[in-house]
């Protein structure tokens, strides 16, 4: 320190005996505020507004496509040819194309009943459809009870078969795959997929297969998700509000602007020559459905999205299947991205619009900004502004812009309009959790390829134990959530100090951001099923 000293580095009040730490701390903080923090955090809010603007402009032309759509009435049958199946005497169910319905399971306990029941329940000819369950469980007793299941529909004549595997490779792409090579799906024209808690309603194959039949150039048909326990608790009614405005706008425009958009996994059907000319099923990621359609778009095949075909589905009502759920629908398409960014520049299949539009809103502002940017904005610059007054946010950056893409967002969803201030809550304590996945998707580190299955609980919630549960042991490691709880903290720190010494009133915000980050971050959110 003495040679610091006399360099001129450091002044001469850091020498001496009983030096004050806490005089020296700050004495080194007023040395790089200005010269150093300052100039960066005022380049960081720069950056900060012009991807919110980024985000704003993709957010308003989405809401003015939709508008259009709904004025002009661009609805599926009038863009493509549409004519249902009608039993003939002469020719019988000659007309009726050969379909596969797969239905990948991975230990269902809960649910299994459900989706195969509904699947074989499908208005279709018998002797055109086969129902294929590709049973990966690793729970033997959940294996024989889906085994009997399907027994049991095969001897009320319904042609089922039960597939199993002897590993998981590849989880469910693998199994998807796998399910394409039996000899008893040669004469099959199309796949519908269902995963394990999906109920899709007795007409559903004859209102989207006439889609593909008479449209060679459509691929894909998507029908959208509707939800059979988005009341069970506040985080279900959350993701029903992010869920709708994915459906009802994203992939709406998707479909209308481009023909193109991420197959969800599950709900829909799939022309089986698509998939096998786009390379067939990948597990080179943890979204092989969107890594499937992207090949697939890139060959210049058409996607179509029927939002009055809905099917029913369970949402994840566990914080911790959540949690998993989101760390896989974050990571994966970032990591998509990396893998497939060059393939997207050098294709010239399609044109180069669709290319722009895919790179650009497809993956960079919806995959893999929209996370970054509300976490790093709203969790940590904005926080800092408040403990260095010099750098200043605008009103329209800290506000205006937000408002206005927070009520477009939850325009999806008008029902739940009242719990708006909950949601915007909510999204900004996922947010870290979800940048965190897409920065490991995007560099490829630790977790990017983990797979873990997302819990359906069915009615298990809604049974009544005839003894009272066990109460569950606190785990530390599985219910405490360290980085929420650190990020809750300096929430609160920054809203003191803004509120002693500021005076820009982002302390109102900060505190009860805080209190959600504490909140989730101890993990009180969600349905809380104790263990038997």
């Known amino acids: 320190m003495e040679q610091l000293v006399r360099s001129g580095l450091m002044p001469d009040s850091f020498m001496g005996p009983g030096d004050d730490i806490k005089a020296q701390a700050l004495l080194i903080w007023d040395m790089i505020k200005a010269p150093l923090v300052v100039p960066l955090l005022r380049v960081a809010v720069v950056v900060c507004l012009m991807v919110s603007l980024m985000l704003f402009c993709e957010r308003v032309y989405m809401s003015i496509v939709i508008v259009l759509v709904k004025l002009f009435g661009r609805k599926p049958d009038k863009r493509y040819k549409f004519e249902p199946f009608r039993d003939d005497v002469e020719s019988g169910n000659s007309d009726y194309p050969h379909v596969l319905i797969q239905i990948p399971m991975f230990n269902e306990r809960e649910v299994y009943k459900m989706s195969i029941g509904a699947a074989c329940k499908l208005s279709w000819p018998s002797d055109r459809v086969v129902i294929q369950v590709l049973d990966d469980s690793t729970d033997h007793t959940v294996k024989q009870m889906v085994q009997i299941e399907c027994q049991k529909w095969a001897n009320k004549g319904i042609n089922i078969r039960y597939q199993v595997r002897d590993n998981r490779k590849g989880y469910k792409s693998g199994a998807l795959k796998d399910g394409l090579t039996h000899q008893y799906v040669k004469d099959c024209e199309y796949v519908a997929i ?22 060679p150039e459509i691929a894909l048909v998507q029908a959208r998700w509707v939800f059979v326990n988005s009341d069970e608790c506040m985080l279900t009614r959350m993701q029903e509000m992010s869920l709708d405005y994915h459906f009802t706008v994203e992939q709406e425009v998707g479909s209308s602007t481009h023909a193109f958009f991420g197959f969800n996994g599950t709900a829909g059907v799939w022309r089986i020559a698509a998939i096998n000319e786009a390379g067939g099923w990948k597990d080179r ?102 403990w260095i007054p010099e750098v200043v946010i605008p009103k329209w950056g ?91 903290a300096y929430l609160f720190g920054s809203a003191c100090y803004d509120y002693s010494y500021g005076n820009t009133r982002f302390f109102i915000y900060l505190y009860i951001q805080s209190m959600a980050f504490l909140i989730m971050g101890c993990g009180y959110v969600g349905t809380i099923v104790p263990s038997s």
């Open 398 to 488: 800290a506000v205006y812009i937000p408002v206005i893409i927070t009520v477009l967002n939850a325009a999806g969803t008008p029902r739940s309009m009242h719990l708006l201030m909950f949601w915007i809550l909510f999204e900004n304590v996922m947010s870290l959790h979800r940048t965190k996945a897409t920065l490991i998707g995007l560099f490829e580190t630790g977790r990017a390829n983990e797979w873990v299955v997302t819990e359906k609980l069915g009615d298990a919630t809604k049974k009544s134990p005839r003894k009272a549960p066990k109460r569950p042991r606190f785990r530390l490691g599985s219910r405490l959530h360290m980085l929420e709880l650190g990020v809750s």
């Open 285 to 386: 990621t943890t979204v092989e459905d969107m890594d499937l359609a992207v090949r697939a778009g890139l060959r210049g095949w058409k996607f179509l999205y029927l939002g009055d075909l809905q099917v029913k589905s369970e949402l994840p009502s566990t914080f911790q299947a959540f949690r998993f759920q989101q760390h896989r629908w974050s990571c994966g398409p970032a990591n998509l991205f990396r893998k497939m960014f060059m393939e997207i520049i050098r294709n010239k299949t399609v044109t180069w619009y669709k290319k722009v539009y895919v790179i650009y809103n497809f993956f960079l502002i919806r995959k893999i900004i929209a996370h970054i940017i509300t976490f790093s904005f709203y969790c940590l610059i904005i926080p800092a502004t408040c």
């Open 194 to 215: 269902f995963d394990a808690d999906f109920q899709p309603d007795p007409d559903f194959l004859l209102r989207s297969i006439p889609y593909l039949s008479l449209n």
